[in-house]
Each structure stands twice: as C-alpha cells, then as structure tokens.
C-alpha cells in the first residue's frame, strides 16, 4: 500500500477563546484513521524551532477535529501540525498554513437573561468560564433617563441590578470582555421588563 | 521604571503553570545550596526606577539561556515551561514598546544585578544551572507581581 496520505486543509475555528483546530479526514477503506497533533509557540519557533509539542488533547486524536484551547496560552502566534497513523504507518506532518493567534478569536454577544422578581430587575448572563467578564448598561426607557453600567465578573449567576418602578419599561444590553486578549464583544439585544401597579411606598 | 511599561498581564495563569511544575522541577535540583536569582541581596534591592530594564534583562535571561539549555523530555512539564516561555515572550514585546518610548532606561545598578545572575549561572554546569534557575522561578515571578502591583495604573 502506499504511504498514508497526510490531513489537509488544516484550519482553526475559535470563538470566545476556545479554539478548535480541523482538517480533512484521511480515509482508508477498512481501516480506522487515528491522528497526533503538535504545536509550536511563537517561543519555540524563535529559539527553539525543533521543538514542537504533543497537543494536550489530541494525541492521539480519533476524529478531525482537536480542541487546542488549553495549548494556546499566551498573546503569541502559534504553530500547529497534523500527522494521521493507521497501524504502523504514518504520515508526514501537514503544517497550519499561516500560525493562529488567539487574538483572532471571534467575540459573540453574550446570552442574557432580563427577568423581574417583584419590583427587583435581574439578569443572568451566559457563563463563558472564567476568561470573561461582561459590562452590563440598564437604562429606565423614558426622555432624559441615565445609562447605567455595571461590571459583572462571572455569568450563570443571577444579578440584581435595580429596584424597578411602575410607569416605564427597565432595558438591558451587555458585552463580554476577554481579559486575556483586552478585547470587547459587540452588545447583545437591549431587553426590556416593566412592572405594573402603584409606585413603591416612601419609607416613613 | 515599569510603572508606566509593564501592560497589566494575567500573571496568576503563569503562576499556575509554574506551580504545576515547581515540585518536579526543583526536585531535579542537585545543589540545593547554591542560589542563581538569590532572593534577599538580588531582586529585592532592586529601585522602582531599575524595575522595567531589570525585567527586561531577566526575561531575556531566561528566554535566551534558561529555557534553551534545559531539555524536557516530560511532555507536561514541557507544556507548562512552553506556556511560561511564551508569556514571556508576549511581555518581553510589551516592554519592547516602552524601551522605543525610552521609557525602559538601564543604568549601572540594573545591569550589576544581571550581570550577578549570569555570574550565578555561569559558576554551574549549565543543565544544573537551567533546572535550578527553573526552579527558581517563583522568586521572578514573584518579584514581577508585586513590582507590577505597585505600579499598576
């Protein structure tokens, strides 16, 4: 049989900082493909280019697809490479054509959850791990109303943000921030809640 | 010195990658004795004023030295060295930025004190001189933090 043909179209999809490096499976008829995956800081690459390191998830690596989320760890470009193995054959590496960087990842609007408990405005945010923080701007909807803005450190915990009053609806947005990289998402869909009845009484 | 130089960074991540190694690393260590970054005299000296060339200087210590001379066969020590190494890297640029602003200046005091850690590292054989520079690691670090605490913005 001829030498096993080495993964293509190696790319990396990375979004909110989990990074997932893909190609295209090498396909032998009977037989089960399994594939290593290394990588390669920008340190290495400069003082060290020899060294290329075992992926922490992916060697080996069953399907062709590896998460290198926890190998990418600081704001320096990266080198990745992928060879297949079929019992005792294996393939040359196929080399990422150009290196990653984590700064590349793509930042989505975070989840939002805006519901009221009584008179009380609260949300949860989606919890995206410990790499992210949100700021979160509320405002009453009327003329001259004052934006609001609170940082919040973790989602998928419930937030009080405000005592709410009858007469105007209260609106949410919020953004992530990607501490590792200083790097903001875009808003997420403002959200509104209003409360109905009489205003709260003044406390005597 | 560093107060205006060294962007805030997320040092507690290297932290962890060193303490997942710290053990293994410094039970390599065979002169136990004998200190490279020699925590009281060296960087505890050091003057608000030196902060940013003597970073500078170690970091380029041990990317240039330390990390190059030893050799990890243990793939998750190599990982962790290789996160540390390439945090370094990403700072060692940072501070690249502040010496074109002239703002990361080396007078004679910073350039005594690495010239004492070379001298350090130079009096071992050079794989002891890495693992127990290696090792050591936690004093930089630490240094690294609190200097960067105080001058923070």
């Known amino acids: 049989a001829g030498a096993l043909a080495a993964p293509q179209n190696l790319s990396v999809h990375s979004t909110n900082l989990k990074h997932l490096l893909r190609w295209s499976p090498v396909v032998v008829p009977g037989g089960t493909v399994s594939y290593s995956v290394e990588y390669q800081g920008e340190y290495e690459s400069l003082y060290a280019s020899h060294i290329w390191i075992p992926s922490s998830r992916c060697s080996p690596a069953v399907g ?112 992530t921030f990607a501490k590792a990289i200083g790097r903001h998402s875009a808003f997420s869909q403002a959200d509104c809640v209003e409360v109905q009845g009489e205003a709260l009484p003044l406390a005597l | 010195g560093l107060r205006r130089c060294l962007i805030s960074m997320d040092m507690h991540h290297i932290e962890q990658s060193f303490q997942g190694i710290k053990r293994a690393v410094q039970a390599k260590d065979t002169f136990q004795n004998v200190t490279i970054l020699s925590k009281s005299e060296t960087l505890q000296s050091i003057k608000p004023l030196d902060v940013c060339c003597v970073t500078k200087n170690l970091l380029t210590f041990y990317m240039d030295r330390v990390f190059k001379d030893h050799q990890e066969p243990n793939p998750q020590i190599l990982r962790k060295i290789s996160s540390i190494a390439n945090s370094f890297l990403y700072m060692q640029k940072t501070l690249q930025q502040c010496q074109e602003q002239r703002r990361c200046h080396c007078r004679q005091e910073a350039i005594n004190v690495t010239t004492v850690i070379h001298d350090n590292y130079d009096q071992l054989e050079v794989r002891s001189a890495a693992v127990k520079s290696l090792g050591e690691l936690d004093v930089f670090l630490a240094w690294i933090d609190k200097n960067h605490q105080e001058t923070s913005a």
């Open chain 1, 64 to 175: 062709p697809e590896c998460d290198v989320t926890d190998d990418i760890t600081a704001n320096v470009q990266y080198n990745l490479r992928v060879r297949a193995t079929l019992g005792s054959q294996t393939s040359a590496w196929s080399t990422l054509e150009h290196p990653f960087h984590r700064n590349s990842t793509i930042l989505t609007p975070p989840g939002l959850d805006v519901t009221k408990d009584g008179f009380h405005l609260v949300i949860e945010l989606e919890d995206l791990g410990p790499q992210f923080e949100f700021l979160v701007f509320y405002w009453r909807r009327e003329s001259g109303a004052k934006e609001q803005v609170k940082t919040v450190r973790r989602g998928g915990i419930p937030v009080h943000l405000e005592t709410m009053e009858p007469g105007a609806p209260y609106c949410v947005k919020a953004q």
